[in-house]
């Protein structure tokens, strides 16, 4: 999807890598990790679709702390919140009360985060959709994470998820912890140095074994 952040055009999220290449790559490059990819099976990541930057970031916002179920049902109240005043924009957004969204759900922390999300956007420290495209991931990290209440774990989720971004190493991650110590037979926490390293020989497509971190644990 490409919007400002008003309206959205609606476009299918896609990679901006070849799988197959990436798969390929992974495997020469550590035995470890071909096991598990021999034991998951294809790689099945799916791009979660969004109308916009602000979109995404405000589902992160109001899943922070909370579990599927209770984030999901406030996530669409507030989003029936934005329906009444034009959609699902921070401009939407800013012309909601703060009762409104109270009362749909929001803690006074996350209000607080969701505005500054959403004059971040409009006043275009958030890139659109569009420009997103043309930033490097340490760019976008460094722009979003400007906004209160995100941190460099939920501009990495957004790079692989909604944006497709090959080389993403979410060191901050628990899972991507927990399952390095496990496939990799480390007797303490790996600290993010010690991943990034052992990383190198996955570049330049992180990314894709993230996921097959994540998925060993399942």
Known sequence: MLQTCGVAIKMKPKFRYEPAEALAHLRAGDEVLAGVMDRIGPFALELRGVGSIFEALLRSIVHQQLNGNAAASIHGRVLAVLERHGGHTAEALTRASDE????????????????????????????????????????????LTQVRGIGPWTVHMLLIFYLGRPDVMPTGDFGIR????KLYRKRRDPKPDAILKHARRWQPYRSIASWYLWRSLD
């Open 100 to 143: 409104e969204l109270r009362a749909a759900g929001l803690s006074r922390g996350k209000l607080a985060a969701a505005r500054d999300l959403a004059a971040k956007c409009i006043a275009g420290s958030v890139p659109t959709l569009r420009q997103s495209h043309r930033l490097t991931d340490d760019e976008l990290v460094a722009r």
């Open 178 to 181: 927990l399952a390095f110590r």
